[in-house]
T-cell receptor, first 115, second 114 residues
Framework: EAGVAQSPRYKIIEKRQSVAFWCNPI?????LYWYQQILGQGPKLLIQ????????DSQLPKDRFSAERLKGVDSTLKIQPAKLEDSAVYLC?????????????FGPGTRLTVT | AQSVTQPDIHITVSEGASLELRCNYS??????LFWYVQSPGQGLQLLLK??????LVQGIKGFEAEFKRSQSSFNLRKPSVHWSDAAEYFC????????????FGAGTILRVKS
């Protein structure tokens, strides 16, 4: 079974530029998550999708971050404009999203450096 | 608010020695718990999970964890550490009542001495 795919793996941009990350979850997984992991911290949930609907985006900085999952499969996360404090690893995870099967499977992440 | 505490930022153990990584949580609902491991430059790999039932759970790579509701703890153990276990370990807590989103601890970095 293929895992969660993410691209790019690394990205360096200057502040005020825009950037987009892509995630393809495990086939059949209805729930998709984007996390931000700042160096030295645990992952923090940014947004959670159930199929193509948003379940939780309470911690997403909506003035600069946006995310979509148009067909209920892959997803993109965008930052516009980027700030220095957005430097982090952005992790995508997916889960079946059904009772008794809540474990999340993570992709390799995208390491973003904002200069 | 939900929170997860991993009191030890760094732990160093000798190869072959036993290991225990601590995790305490504060949650307003019946939790389910996970331990993940992250090697440098990699994503998180699931080591083990607890949903219900037997409070001692076995995971991959010889790890186990014990859920103690009275102490709000879910400590990770391994009887004999291998050099390849050096990584960062994260405890995470979720609950169906909170939409199944996970709250992570800050992580414990494990160093293994040969």
């Amino acid at each position: 079974e293929a895992g969660v795919a993410q691209s790019p793996r690394y990205k360096i941009i200057e502040k005020r530029q825009s950037v987009a990350f892509w995630c393809n979850p495990i086939s059949g997984h209805a729930t998709l998550y984007w996390y931000q992991q700042i160096l030295g911290q645990g992952p923090k949930l940014l947004i959670q999708f159930q199929n193509n609907g948003v379940v939780d985006d309470s911690q997403l900085p909506k003035d600069r971050f946006s995310a979509e999952r148009l067909k209920g499969v892959d997803s993109t996360l965008k930052i516009q404009p980027a700030k220095l404090e957005d430097s982090a690893v952005y992790l995508c995870a997916s889960s079946l999203g059904i009772a008794g099967s809540y474990e999340q499977y993570f992709g390799p992440g995208t390491r973003l450096t904002v200069t | 608010a939900q929170s997860v505490t991993q009191p030890d930022i760094h732990i160093t153990v000798s190869e072959g020695a036993s290991l225990e990584l601590r995790c305490n949580y504060s949650y307003g609902a019946t939790p389910y718990l996970f331990w993940y491991v992250q090697s440098p430059g990699q994503g998180l790999q699931l080591l083990l999970k607890y949903f219900s039932g037997d409070t001692l759970v076995q995971g991959i790579k010889g790890f186990e964890a014990e859920f103690k509701r009275s102490q709000s703890s879910f400590n990770l153990r391994k009887p004999s550490v291998h050099w390849s276990d050096a990584a960062e370990y994260f405890c995470a807590v979720g609950a169906q009542e909170y939409g199944n989103k996970l709250v992570f601890g800050a992580g414990t970095i494990l160093r293994v001495k040969s």
